[in-house]
Every structure is written in structure tokens, then in C-alpha cells.
């Protein structure tokens, strides 16, 4: 396997820098825990940029994994605040797999000290498990 470099960490995927869709400053505290369900994480808008950017990040190594394309779908702006949300969406159109449900909320629930390892830890599992896969 390559040599790993550190994990830098944009502040977008911080909860302290997180910002709402105005720009303002809207920081997510260590102790608010999100689970991801069968409709992804869902919250009010001005608490989830953080995880939209950390999602995405998932959704790039779950395209890795599997060599395919994935989807992050955003809810419709007209749900009720409590109910906007993102999920992952696998190749054919399906729920993301149950077992990277885990890894979604290990990401997201991660403080920003903790991401480097978290992001880290995900990287080097996909890698070896495309390396016993291809």
C-alpha cells in the first residue's frame, strides 16, 4: 500500500466552521450525534453542510470500492425544516448498504480532532478490501 499522507481536513468538513446557506456561522457542537437511517441524516438545513461535505467524501470511497458510480441525494427545499436531509444512494438506485450506514455515521459523528483518524481509517479499509477485490 502507498504511503499515507497526513489528512488535511478543509474547514468545511468541520463542525466548527460549519455554515448555513447564508454564510453564517452556525458550529455544531461534539455532543449533537446524528444516526444515519434509512433516509440518510436528517436535520434542520442550517445544521447539515458539515455532513453534506463529509458525505460526499463517503460517497467518493464507496465509488472507489465498487469501481461504480454513487449518488448524494439532498431533500426537496419544500419538507418541513426538521426533515431536509442527504443521503447516499448505491449504483442501481438502491439504499445505501447497511453496513456503510456504520461508516456514515462514524464520519459524521466524528469531532474535528477526530476526522483525520476517522477519514484515515476508511481510506486504508476500502484500499485493502479493492486490493483483495481487483
Not at 489528512?7 to 447564508?22: A, C
Not at 439532498?74 to 426538521?82: L, V
Not at 453496513?99 to 480532532?113: G, H, I, P, R
Request: proline share 5%; aromatic share 8%.
Amino acid at each position: 500500500m502507498a504511503d499515507l499522507l497526513p489528512v488535511e481536513v478543509p474547514e468545511d468538513f468541520t463542525r466548527s466552521r460549519n455554515r448555513d446557506h447564508t454564510g453564517q456561522l452556525r458550529p455544531i457542537s461534539d455532543d449533537l450525534r446524528l444516526a444515519y437511517g434509512t433516509a440518510g441524516f436528517r436535520h434542520s438545513a442550517a445544521l447539515l453542510p458539515f455532513v453534506v461535505f463529509r458525505m460526499g467524501y463517503l460517497a467518493g470511497l464507496r465509488a472507489r470500492e465498487l469501481n461504480q458510480t454513487i449518488g448524494l441525494m439532498i431533500t426537496a427545499s419544500h419538507n418541513p425544516a426538521m426533515d431536509n436531509g442527504v443521503k447516499i444512494v448505491d449504483p442501481k438506485g438502491e439504499m445505501l448498504a447497511t453496513e456503510w450506514e456504520k461508516y456514515a455515521s462514524e464520519l459524521v459523528n466524528a469531532s474535528d480532532e477526530q476526522l483525520p483518524t476517522a477519514v484515515r481509517a476508511l481510506e486504508v479499509q476500502v484500499e485493502f478490501h479493492c486490493l483483495l477485490v481487483y
